[in-house]
């Protein structure tokens, strides 16, 4: 389903924070309207104060506001807004939402509900793959319940084996077997998982990967049969399989590998008929690649690939749904230089990236040259137990990985965040690690370099320096309101430069 040529073209964004603004800034550049929906914790939030339109669907409670379809259907008909973008999480990847957009004639921006129904399933997804020729991890066909069998087939598989929820995403619904004597409780305790966060108990048996990386395809497919891969990323740094650190190109990718993954992507969009943005999933061990999922949603971490590319993914997602062809070849994308994305999450990493949520008393986000911050906060903005505790995606782009990593450092030396606790010291730990600055990562990157305790020494740096910029931001004295003032005069003066 496509928008009318003849209609004045209105969006509903149905998601909060800083997404929802991201996609809101590319319907502004392309003359389209927006429409917010809000729970009562955000009704004053900036994504609904930028929106042309902003209504309110409920409580605090996500069930009851950004996961209510009818509520926001109900929105969409009344403002007689043509199409619904779902940003990320919340209804993104739910085939009820974009069936229900479907039936009431609104276009969903993203695939059609079959191929996100497809996909939810990681089962069908991998018997897909497997009979379109796109390498996967040996493991079972079908989901497993008999522990005795279960057994059997993990003995055959080998040790250590994963079992993983069917429905999974987000990390959620996924545990390490190394032996027989904890498969039974293990595959009890993740089935129970699966059934509380997804309502669907399914699981099967995967070998684990020895020293994975995480490494996914951005693709992009019109409804025209025309796809295409744009970028590689790699995602490898992770805390309980949820990206913290993500990268554009991964630093062992070569063009013959970046080829073999994108086909391969390309393929497996083929397959199930996909249109739209989408991002296909590998983890690659040892030269060897396998098809890991497709999230059939724009993924957070997109901006890196757009830093590299010069291609504006979310643009393209209204274009596509819009029932406009690609504006490009294969030929056409070239990446240039190198892109780093830290998320910046109100967290504790001391304590176990607890959430920090609270008031943020002063906020002075990185700037200068290279410097892209996609945020939905400020200073005074409350950050909600009820959400992710995302406060910001920082990006940075250089022209080598080498001078990536130098920007990134001094973008986290600029950023300040007070009253609430962040992870920025666990970036900054990340960053000045020997083994993150070779490009040497796996997915058990922080257990493996200790990087809790390189944190610690940075937190407690970062408190003996004294005079820091957090200090400005909260002192009353006029010498250090002085300070701050000029501080913002160099960051603003920065932000004017272009790279």
Same mark, same amino acid.
């Given at each position: ?6 209609c004045s073209k209105k969006v509903l964004i149905a998601n909060r924070g800083e997404i ?63 199409? =619904?973008? $779902? /940003?990320?999480?919340?209804?993104? +990847?739910? *085939? %009820?939402? @974009?069936?229900?957009?479907? !039936? #009431? ?30 390498? =996967?991890? $040996? /493991?079972?066909?079908?989901?497993? +319940?008999? *522990? %005795?069998? @279960?057994?059997?087939?993990? !003995? #055959? ?343």
């Amino acid at each position: 389903m496509r928008w009318k040529a003849s209609c004045s073209k209105k969006v509903l964004i149905a998601n909060r924070g800083e997404i929802a603004i991201r996609v809101m800034r590319a319907c502004r550049e392309l003359g389209i309207s927006t429409v917010a929906v809000c729970s009562e914790a955000d009704k004053n939030a900036l994504f609904a104060k930028y929106a042309d339109e902003a209504y309110l669907i409920g409580p605090a409670p996500s069930s009851q506001s950004y996961l209510n379809m009818e509520a926001i259907l109900a929105v969409a008909k009344n403002t007689g807004a043509e199409a =619904i973008h $779902p /940003g990320y999480g919340f209804l993104s +990847e739910n *085939p %009820v939402f @974009a069936k229900r957009c479907e !039936e #009431e004639g609104i276009v969903f921006i993203g695939p059609p509900s079959h191929v996100i129904a497809e996909m939810g399933s990681k089962i069908r997804a991998r018997n897909l793959m497997a009979k379109a020729g796109v390498p =996967i991890v $040996p /493991g079972t066909k079908d989901a497993v +319940e008999d *522990p %005795v069998e @279960a057994v059997k087939i993990a !003995e #055959e598989i080998g040790y250590p084996v994963l079992i993983k929820a069917s429905a999974g995403g987000g990390g959620i619904g996924m545990k390490v077997v190394n032996s027989s004597d904890e498969f039974a409780t293990a595959l009890s305790s993740t089935r129970q998982m699966a059934g509380s966060a997804f309502g669907d108990s399914s699981v099967f048996i995967e070998k684990y990967v020895e020293e994975p990386r995480h490494i996914e395809i951005q693709i992009l497919a019109d409804g025209y049969g025309n796809t295409i891969y744009l970028s590689d990323r790699e995602c490898s740094i992770q805390r309980r399989h949820q990206k913290l650190i993500e990268e554009a190109p991964s630093p062992i990718m070569t063009p013959e590998l970046r080829a073999k993954m994108g086909e391969a992507a390309v393929r497996v969009a083929k397959t199930i008929g996909y249109v739209n943005a989408g991002t296909v999933e590998f983890l690659y061990s040892k030269g060897n690649f396998y098809f890991l999922e497709v999230n059939t949603r724009l993924q957070v971490e997109h901006g890196i690939t757009e830093m590299v590319t010069g291609v504006d993914i979310v643009r393209e997602q209204l274009r596509i749904a819009w029932g406009e062809k690609l504006e490009f070849n294969q030929e056409d994308i070239i990446i240039d230089g190198h892109s780093i994305e830290c998320r910046i999450n109100a967290e504790d990493p001391l304590n176990d990236f607890a959430p920090s949520p609270g008031k943020i008393r002063g906020y002075r986000s990185a700037g200068g040259p290279g410097i892209r911050v996609d945020s939905g906060v400020h200073t005074g903005y409350t950050i909600s137990p009820y959400y992710d505790s995302m406060i910001s995606k920082l990006c940075v782009w250089a022209k080598t990985r080498d001078a990536a990593i130098a920007r990134m450092e001094r973008a986290l030396y600029e950023y300040v965040v007070v009253g609430v606790k962040t992870n920025i010291p666990f970036h900054k730990a990340v960053m000045r690690n020997p083994a993150f600055r070779r490009g040497d990562l796996t997915t058990a990157f922080i257990e493996d370099n200790n990087i809790m305790e390189a944190v610690e020494e940075v937190v407690k740096a970062d408190a003996e320096k004294g005079a820091t910029l957090a200090s400005a931001l909260e002192a009353k004295d006029k010498k250090v309101a002085a300070i701050t003032a000029a501080v913002h005069a160099y960051v603003s003066m920065a932000q004017k430069t272009q790279r």
